[in-house]
């Protein structure tokens, strides 16, 4: 079984920090693990995922995630916000269903983002 | 060109109407989703085809009815609509691989909402 656990529902940063919007997940395979972002009123967009190559990964708009199977997280991190980075973000994972042994996704609760000037 | 398209967009109807919201994918993908999106924002699938075979089909009620009439095209179809019905649901698409995450690709949604 998988579930996903965004540990914040929400995160307030300044324009100009940096960004941590954090993410635990369970399986019981080993997972692909996604960040997508939904901007008010959007559909979502894929910002990265991992797939069991490098544990760091890159995505767009200068985000990236770690993937740390010790401690079962995948954080999505910037170094520096920006105002248009205000939105939902969701941790979603990845892995194989028990009963049609097809891929599937969990998606976590959703960190919502607000960037102050 | 959109890649996941949706229409409507918007849809406001009254309890216990049927309506349809159609899905197009121009991606070429084989496998297409409806999820549901609630007022908290949680994301739940509700169906999965491929290659216009049901593939998942969550515990959703049976007005709910997918139809697939080919790979690039999945409608939902929903029956005496009741106000719980009111949420965004997202179509999205993937072509799906066995060893390696699939990145799915979404529509933009349609905000349905129940009177």
């Known amino acids: 079984a998988q579930s996903v656990t965004q540990l914040d529902s929400h995160v307030s940063v300044s324009e100009g920090t940096p960004v941590l919007l954090r993410c635990n997940y369970s399986s019981s395979y080993s997972p692909s693990l996604f960040w997508y972002v939904q901007h008010p009123n959007k559909g979502l967009q894929l910002l990265l995922k991992?797939?069991?190559?490098?544990?760091l990964v890159k995505g767009i708009n200068g985000f990236e995630a770690e993937f740390k199977k010790s401690e079962t997280s995948f954080h999505l991190t910037k170094p520096s916000a920006h105002m248009s980075d205000a939105a939902e973000y969701f941790c979603?994972?990845?892995?194989?269903?028990?009963?049609?042994?097809?891929?599937?996704?969990?998606f976590g609760s959703g960190t919502r983002l607000q960037v102050q000037p | 060109d959109t890649a996941v398209s949706q229409t409507p967009k918007y849809l406001v109807t009254q309890m216990g109407n049927d309506k349809s919201i159609k899905c197009e994918q121009n991606l070429g993908h084989d496998t297409m989703y409806w999820y549901k999106q609630d007022s908290k924002k949680f994301l739940k699938i509700m169906f999965s085809y491929n290659n216009k075979e049901l593939i998942i089909n969550e515990t959703v009620p049976n007005r709910f009815s997918p139809k697939s009439p080919d790979k690039a095209h999945l409608n939902l179809h929903i029956n005496s609509l009741e106000l719980g019905d009111s949420a965004v649901y997202f179509c999205?698409?993937?072509?799906?691989?066995?060893?390696?995450?699939?990145?799915?690709?979404f529509g933009p949604g349609t905000r349905l909402l129940v009177l």
């Open positions: 979603v994972v990845s892995e194989p269903r028990v009963d049609t042994g097809r891929r599937a996704l969990t």
């Open positions: 999205a698409s993937s072509q799906e691989k066995d060893l390696i995450g699939e990145t799915q690709y």
């Open positions: 991992y797939t069991s190559a490098a544990t």
